[in-house]
């Protein structure tokens, strides 16, 4: 058998180990057009802060693509699927064929058109190690950072520029940070822990164009040094749209991580696909999700069975010690626990926990995951007491035996 | 592989696992001088309701959705145990967001704890275990 698969970050990595589950010994080839052995793509900015390294950022051991037999072609793009010719062209003008081929081409930051952006000197969006690096040599104290973009990636990006730069601004035109994954209140509180480290915030505000250095907003000019671009992420569907395959937004994919076109498999956050808190389609750009969409994909692909059929938007993130976790779907009736240093909110609809978002507390928030992804009734739940605190008692002895008397 | 399992009908309630495991992981020569007046962070606890007690600890799944989810690449698995790299770990918190069994926590220097059934430590047993006076853990094949 010989699989081919296109990027070479989290989701490929899945792939790869989905495989050889189930076959040790089939060709295997990586193409990927970064040069650089696998890394995380969410460490950048802890690399910024020091917290990380080079070496430690690695995703995988650097005997891992010789450990599983993988051959990869790193630095070089695919351009084109021949999918009636099992073909993948290049950009170097080789071609590759396959029996069996994975997409896990990721997503790029999207740049919205703005007047003036191609003038500006020294920007970046802050998405690769390639990115990183180039932010860490631009930086000093006498720079002043403006980035676009108060959600996940901009904020993070924040926070680990405070105390290298002479000033931090954030525009968005959402009336409060986080908006993708936060209410007002906790967003609120966010903001506050930024606000505190000297991270100014301009909110509800759009930039209107750019002149050299200075944004131009509704009310305001922002004079800038270096300027970070992270207004969100677009799915890279082209290989498989060019191809014929179907794609939404995102490449669309089953539970299997099957696209439309035959033996074409796609994974991570190039997809497109069932959310089973919500009930609906999305695009959830998260790297449990890829490497999860990534090993069903390898394994079935292996001739092995696998469905990734219990996904859910989750994310944790944290600012100077202050941590939030959200998942699911705030869909349904909201009932809110409050007490000193936390918030903590859920969602309940046609009887199951739907959705939750933690702030401040966030112990244990995997309990609550849980009651999402299984869909565990909430008549076999102490709800009260477990929205206080999370924690198996609260579940019906069945449900705590198979968790502590069995191998899981 | 031999794992920790619990039995709520035998749990006391006690809590020596707790001290067990928080002694077993910070070492030294003596409990007392060890945990005195200290703020343990077991990776073993006691849950209680209603009369009935039972710990609770890393079940070290056949296949860790930690592992998967983890941003760092930092959770491994050495001959089945589930093991933090903390030169890796940067405390993101996103293996508390996926655990089901609430078993992991954040450790000293803001990296993640959670039990390596006292391997990495190495006490060589699990101390929850041998501590237990009322072998309500056990540690065995399943
Ligand atoms: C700053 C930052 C912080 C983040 N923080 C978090 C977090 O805390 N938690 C979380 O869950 N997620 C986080 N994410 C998102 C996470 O990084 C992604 O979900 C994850 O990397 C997706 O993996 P992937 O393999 O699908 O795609 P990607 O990581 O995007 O990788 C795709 C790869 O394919 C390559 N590629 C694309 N097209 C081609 C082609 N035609 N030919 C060859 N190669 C190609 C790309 O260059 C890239 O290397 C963060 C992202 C960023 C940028």
Same mark, same amino acid.
């Given at each position: 058998?010989?699989?081919?698969?296109?990027?070479?970050?989290?989701?490929?990595?899945?792939?790869?180990?989905?495989?050889?589950?189930?076959?040790?010994?089939?060709?295997?080839?990586?193409?990927?057009?970064?040069?650089?052995?696998?890394?995380?793509?969410?460490?950048?900015?802890?690399?910024?802060?020091?917290?990380?390294?080079?070496?430690?950022?690695?995703?995988?051991?650097?005997?891992?693509?010789?450990?599983?037999?993988?051959?990869?072609?790193?630095?070089?793009?695919?351009?084109? *699927?021949?999918?009636?010719?099992?073909?993948?062209? $290049?950009?170097?003008?080789?071609?590759?064929?396959?029996?069996?081929?994975?997409?896990?081409?990721?997503?790029?930051?999207?740049?919205?058109?703005?007047?003036?952006?191609?003038?500006?000197?020294?920007?970046?969006?802050?998405?690769?190690?390639?990115?990183?690096?180039?932010?860490?040599?631009?930086?000093?104290?006498?720079?002043?950072?403006?980035?676009?973009?108060?959600? $996940?990636?901009?904020?993070?990006?924040? @926070?680990?520029?405070?105390?290298?730069?002479?000033?931090?601004?954030?525009?968005?035109?959402?009336?409060?940070? $986080?908006?993708?994954?936060?209410?007002?209140?906790?967003?609120?509180? &966010?903001?506050?822990?930024?606000?505190?480290?000297?991270?100014?915030?301009?909110?509800?505000?759009?930039?209107?164009?750019?002149?050299?250095?200075?944004?131009?907003?509704?009310?305001?000019?922002?004079?800038?040094?270096?300027?970070?671009?992270?207004?969100?992420?677009?799915?890279?569907?082209? $290989?498989?749209?060019?191809?014929?395959?179907?794609?939404?937004?995102?490449?669309?994919?089953?539970?299997?991580?099957?696209?439309?076109?035959?033996?074409?498999?796609?994974?991570?956050?190039?997809?497109?696909?069932?959310?089973?808190?919500?009930?609906?389609?999305?695009?959830?750009?998260?790297?449990?999700?890829?490497?999860?969409?990534?090993?069903?994909?390898?394994?079935?692909?292996?001739?092995?069975?696998?469905?990734?059929?219990?996904? *859910?938007?989750?994310?944790?993130?944290?600012?100077?010690?202050?941590?939030?976790?959200?998942?699911?779907?705030?869909?349904? @009736?909201?009932?809110?626990?409050?007490?000193?240093?936390?918030?903590?909110?859920?969602?309940?609809?046609?009887?199951?926990?739907?959705?939750?978002?933690?702030?401040?507390?966030?112990?244990?928030?995997?309990?609550?995951?849980?009651?999402?992804?299984?869909?565990?009734?909430?008549?076999?739940?102490?709800?009260?007491?477990?929205?206080?605190?999370?924690?198996?008692?609260?579940?019906?002895?069945?449900?705590?035996?198979?968790?502590?008397?069995?191998?899981? | 592989?031999?794992?920790?399992?619990?039995?709520?009908?035998?749990?006391?309630?006690?809590?020596?696992?707790? #001290?067990?495991?928080?002694?077993?992981?910070?070492?030294?020569?003596?409990?007392?001088?060890?945990?005195?007046?200290?703020?343990?962070?077991?990776?073993?606890?006691?849950?209680?309701?209603?009369?009935?007690?039972?710990?609770?600890?890393?079940?070290?799944?056949?296949?860790?959705?930690?592992?998967?989810?983890?941003?760092?690449?930092?959770?491994?698995?050495?001959?089945?145990?589930? @093991?933090?790299?903390?030169?890796?770990?940067?405390?993101? #918190?996103?293996?508390?967001?996926?655990?089901?069994?609430?078993?992991?926590?954040?450790? @000293?220097?803001? &990296?993640?704890?959670?039990?390596?059934?006292?391997?990495?430590?190495?006490?060589?047993?699990?101390?929850?275990?041998?501590?237990?006076?009322?072998?309500?853990?056990?540690?065995?094949?399943?």
């Amino acid at each position: 058998m010989k699989y081919l698969i296109i990027g070479n970050s989290i989701a490929s990595i899945g792939v790869i180990e989905g495989i050889r589950h189930i076959d040790k010994t089939g060709e295997i080839t990586v193409v990927g057009d970064e040069k650089r052995h696998v890394y995380s793509r969410p460490l950048i900015s802890y690399l910024i802060q020091g917290k990380t390294d080079e070496d430690r950022m690695k995703y995988r051991d650097d005997d891992f693509y010789k450990r599983n037999g993988v051959n990869p072609i790193l630095g070089v793009s695919a351009v084109k *699927i021949e999918e009636k010719q099992k073909k993948v062209f $290049l950009s170097d003008g080789r071609e590759l064929s396959y029996d069996v081929l994975a997409i896990a081409t990721g997503a790029s930051p999207f740049i919205p058109p703005i007047d003036g952006y191609d003038k500006v000197k020294d920007k970046i969006a802050f998405f690769t190690l390639d990115d990183a690096e180039y932010l860490k040599s631009k930086i000093d104290k006498s720079k002043r950072v403006l980035i676009v973009g108060a959600g $996940l990636i901009g904020l993070k990006c924040a @926070e680990c520029l405070v105390g290298k730069v002479k000033s931090i601004t954030v525009v968005d035109h959402a009336d409060f940070v $986080l908006h993708s994954i936060l209410d007002n209140d906790e967003a609120k509180e &966010v903001q506050n822990v930024l606000s505190k480290q000297g991270i100014n915030f301009i909110l509800s505000s759009g930039i209107q164009k750019f002149e050299e250095n200075t944004a131009i907003t509704e009310n305001d000019k922002i004079g800038f040094d270096i300027l970070v671009m992270a207004v969100g992420v677009r799915p890279n569907v082209s $290989l498989i749209k060019d191809a014929g395959g179907k794609v939404d937004r995102g490449i669309l994919v089953d539970e299997k991580c099957k696209t439309s076109l035959p033996d074409v498999y796609a994974c991570g956050d190039c997809t497109q696909y069932f959310d089973i808190s919500s009930e609906t389609e999305k695009i959830m750009a998260i790297l449990p999700n890829a490497y999860m969409q990534g090993e069903t994909a390898g394994i079935n692909m292996a001739g092995g069975t696998a469905s990734f059929d219990k996904a *859910i938007p989750m994310n944790s993130i944290g600012f100077f010690g202050y941590h939030i976790i959200s998942a699911g779907s705030y869909d349904g @009736e909201e009932s809110v626990e409050r007490g000193k240093g936390y918030l903590k909110k859920f969602f309940v609809k046609d009887g199951v926990l739907k959705g939750f978002i933690l702030a401040g507390d966030v112990n244990r928030a995997g309990i609550y995951t849980r009651m999402i992804r299984d869909k565990i009734p909430l008549a076999d739940v102490d709800f009260d007491l477990i929205k206080k605190e999370a924690s198996l008692i609260c579940f019906v002895k069945s449900i705590r035996d198979s968790s502590l008397t069995k191998v899981v | 592989m031999k794992r920790i399992f619990v039995n709520e009908k035998w749990c006391l309630g006690c809590r020596l696992c707790e #001290y067990n495991c928080a002694f077993a992981n910070k070492g030294g020569a003596n409990m007392y001088l060890a945990l005195k007046n200290a703020v343990i962070h077991p990776n073993i606890k006691v849950e209680e309701k209603d009369g009935i007690t039972y710990a609770v600890s890393c079940r070290h799944c056949s296949d860790p959705i930690c592992k998967k989810s983890c941003i760092a690449g930092a959770i491994k698995i050495e001959n089945g145990v589930v @093991e933090i790299d903390k030169s890796k770990c940067v405390g993101c #918190y996103t293996c508390v967001l996926v655990c089901p069994y609430g078993a992991l926590s954040i450790g @000293e220097n803001g &990296v993640m704890q959670k039990c390596e059934l006292c391997i990495t430590n190495g006490n060589g047993t699990p101390a929850c275990v041998s501590g237990c006076p009322n072998n309500a853990i056990v540690f065995e094949e399943r």
